[in-house]
């Protein structure tokens, strides 16, 4: 398990994070739409997005799968993805990787 939580799948398995301290590497999905799509349009897409997915059977499906469904805002995903990309930026800073 690579969050910081163990799975409730799973929550007899530790997570990475408990051998390595601060070690967390979540996986997800977004849906993103093209660059200039009015803000109203975005608000309106978010809102019924979120509505599918806190539907018990979308719930349900996506559970089967192994996954936690979660939902967010725009501006929610905004700021994750600029701390993502900082902390991977970090990481690959202190590895010392080199481009060849």
């Known amino acids: ?12 398995l530790p997570t990475v994070g408990e051998t390595v301290p601060g070690y967390e590497f979540i996986g997800w999905y977004s849906l993103f739409a093209p660059a200039k799509t ?42 994750y993805l600029r701390e993502q990309t900082e902390k991977m930026r970090k990481a690959v800073k202190d590895s010392g990787a080199r481009p060849d």
């Open 38 to 79: 009015p803000p109203g349009v975005i608000n309106k897409l978010n809102a019924e997005i979120v509505k599918s997915l806190n539907t018990p059977e979308f719930r349900e499906r996506f559970t089967a799968l192994g996954a936690e469904p979660a939902t967010s805002t725009p501006q929610a995903l905004a700021a």
């Open 1 to 12: 398990m690579t969050s910081t939580a163990r799975s409730p799948f799973a929550p007899e």
